[in-house]
């Protein structure tokens, strides 16, 4: 009989997010309680460029692709995010993001995010300086 390992649980994946790493695990635990954990299959459109999006997405296992047009803007993989730049300014999608294998994510409603990691000042921070590192584009300076 082989021993298998057991999945980390969302709790043990989201205490290792460094997005996260101000929380404290009861906060952590109501992130967890508040959010949905949604799969994906490989191939699988999460986001689609020009929707109304609603919908905060934490990576948690897995992997995805954040395109535009025919181009790869970004492969994010677990403990990372997106879905934040609608939920910040209430706009359409900004870019098809994509799973490229089997993935799992926890997914933060705008009332189930602003009540619980949107409270707090340094995981905001932390999320500001990320969406405008991805606004700036590889060169550092906003292209258009
Ligand atoms: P949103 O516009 O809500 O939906 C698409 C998401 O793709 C966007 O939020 C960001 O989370 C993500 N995204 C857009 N552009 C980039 C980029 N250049 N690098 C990484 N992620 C991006």
Redesign the pocket.
């Known amino acids: 009989m082989s021993a298998q390992t057991a999945p980390p649980t969302a709790m043990a994946l989201l205490s290792r997010v460094p997005l996260f790493s101000s929380l404290d695990a009861g906060h952590l635990r109501t992130v967890v309680r508040s959010g949905k954990e949604r799969d994906y299959p490989s191939g699988g459109e999460i986001?689609k460029v020009g929707d109304r999006?609603i919908g905060f997405y934490l990576v948690l296992t897995g992997g995805v692709e954040?395109r535009r047009e025919s181009e790869v803007?970004?492969r994010l993989g677990p403990g990372e995010?997106?879905?934040?730049?609608?939920?910040f300014d209430d706009q359409p999608?900004?870019?098809d993001?994509v799973a490229v294998r089997p993935t799992r994510c926890l997914v933060l409603s705008p009332w189930e995010f602003w009540s619980t990691v949107g409270k707090d000042p340094v995981v905001l921070r932390a999320l500001l300086r990320e969406t405008v590192r991805?606004l700036r584009?590889p060169h550092g300076s906003l292209s258009e």
């Not at 995010?81 to 939920?87: I, S, Y």
Request: hydrophobic residues 60%; without cysteine.
């Open positions: 986001v999006g954040v803007l970004a995010f997106f879905g934040e730049m609608a939920l999608r900004t870019a993001v991805r584009g």
